[in-house]
């Protein structure tokens, strides 16, 4: 397909032209729109509705009410997601009764109680099921080697651990763990016990995903909140985190995603960028990644308010974003908070070799960048590796051959995983460099596989 517009003829040039300035980096829907609705006021009724469908499309990613509502020329029995989608962006009444609900917590929410605290430092971890308590014994396998060493924080040895669930984990876990990590300060919260759930129509049953986070950290009795992902490996004593914010006033950390709400976009970024319109926030931003996330809430605790609206209406959000990854800025903008943001991550890999022999990898291609896991980094070096494509209890995770040093050259790809073509990111070979060993994330990896076996032994 021509990239000249001088060379289009047919009415298929002109779609398929702009199909691809859709698809674009970054993406050109506004250009891409005119071309569709010019498109869609000379041809026949019959073929509106296939037309109908990218002017939608284009109407969500410009979050233009007049391009959504062609959504009403789309039949019934062949409404897309996007449709779906449009649909319910259109909503007005719904969305503003939520802005003004979410912002009234906010402004009503009276200055933190330090006497209702428990804890002043904590890191907090959610876990629940065998697969995130696998998940969960490797990462603090990983950061329970930082026990052994003396650190600059020193005061923050006895920083306790907390592990929330909500009703999940028994009375023979919560012991074989204590027992386990016994050099650590591990304690235990369960957030179906909290005032959060017994004094709101939330349950435990209700708190099974991205949700329970945002629950937890409204919760906890806690002054500072680290808040990770069990599906963490640590390279860094994360204390340093907490340490390093609290001597610079800092009122949240955040951790950049790959993904950008305008140049780099994924199924959500217009449903979440959407959002942020709502709320008045800027989104012409990096997205954000809540595989660790520091609050100060005696500081943020008007965000921690409309977290705490947002968990109690967690189906409404969760339509528009992708889980709550980019809530908690959303959050912290509208008080204004003091927030330091890290840089992009990069992308651990595999690259397999002919000839190579790797344990159940067959069906995969050679010499192709398979992504792994990212590298996140804090106060200018590497901090944690985020396993979130190949989490160690998965068939695909494997010690990393390769990284990708520019988080902003991973894109989404397809690739061969035995006999299936599946959808991923990674980034071509091109931008990604052999890892000379020895290496730290090497070592990591090689701890966690160790780890694992050891934690299905016992």
């Avoid at 780099?264 to 660790?292: C, P, Q």
Wanted: with cysteine; proline share 3%; charged share 20%.
């Amino acid at each position: 397909m021509s990239s000249n517009p001088n060379a289009l003829r047919t009415a298929n040039d002109y779609v398929q032209f702009a199909m691809s300035l859709m698809q674009s980096t970054p993406p050109q829907y506004l250009a891409a729109s005119c071309i569709f609705r010019f498109l869609h006021q000379n041809i026949s009724e019959s073929e509106k509705p296939k037309l109908a469908k990218f002017l939608v499309q284009c109407g969500i990613a410009l979050h233009d009410a007049s391009l959504m509502s062609y959504v009403s020329q789309i039949p019934n029995n062949d409404m897309t997601q996007q449709a779906e989608l449009a649909r319910f962006m259109l909503n007005t009444a719904l969305h503003e009764q939520h802005r003004d609900g979410c912002v009234a917590e906010a402004e009503h929410q009276p200055a933190f109680r330090s006497t209702s605290c428990t804890w002043n430092d904590v890191i907090l971890v959610c876990a629940g099921g065998d697969k995130l308590l696998q998940q969960l014994y490797c990462n603090l396998k990983s950061l329970e080697v930082f026990q052994y060493k003396d650190t600059y924080w020193g005061a923050l040895q006895e920083i306790p651990i907390v592990v929330a669930h909500a009703d999940e984990i028994t009375e023979t876990e919560m012991t074989k763990f204590r027992s386990t990590f016994s050099k650590l300060k591990l304690e235990f919260f369960n957030v179906a016990d909290s005032a959060l759930v017994l004094e709101s129509r939330l349950t435990a049953s209700s708190l099974r995903g991205f949700q329970i986070k945002l629950a937890a950290l409204v919760a906890i009795p806690a002054h500072r909140v680290l808040m990770m992902d069990a599906d963490l490996l640590w390279i860094k004593d994360p204390r340093h985190i907490i340490a390093k914010c609290k001597s610079s006033g800092v009122h949240a950390h955040l951790f950049r995603d790959f993904w950008h709400f305008v140049e780099r976009r994924h199924e959500k970024s217009s449903s979440t960028s959407f959002l942020y319109s709502l709320h008045g926030i800027d989104y012409n931003i990096s997205e954000f990644e809540s595989g660790v996330v520091f609050f100060d809430r005696e500081h943020a605790y008007k965000s921690i308010a409309m977290l705490r609206y947002m968990v109690m209406n967690y189906e409404y959000y969760f339509s528009l974003t992708f889980g709550d990854k980019d809530l908690f800025y959303l959050a912290l903008q509208h008080q204004k908070s003091n927030v330091s943001i890290s840089e992009i991550p990069r992308m651990l890999g595999c690259v397999y070799k002919t000839g190579c022999v790797y344990k159940g990898r067959s069906g995969r291609d050679t010499n192709v960048f398979y992504s792994q896991s990212m590298i996140q980094s804090f106060d200018g070096s590497p901090s944690h590796i985020h396993t979130t494509l190949h989490p160690v209890d998965d068939e695909g995770f494997d010690i990393p051959t390769h990284i990708c040093n520019d988080g902003k050259k991973i894109q989404f790809v397809q690739r061969n995983i035995g006999n299936k073509v599946v959808g991923t990111v990674a980034c071509d070979m091109i931008h990604a460099s052999e890892i000379e060993l020895p290496s730290i994330y090497n070592h990591i990896y090689v701890c966690a596989i160790r780890d694992k076996n050891t934690y299905l032994k016992e």
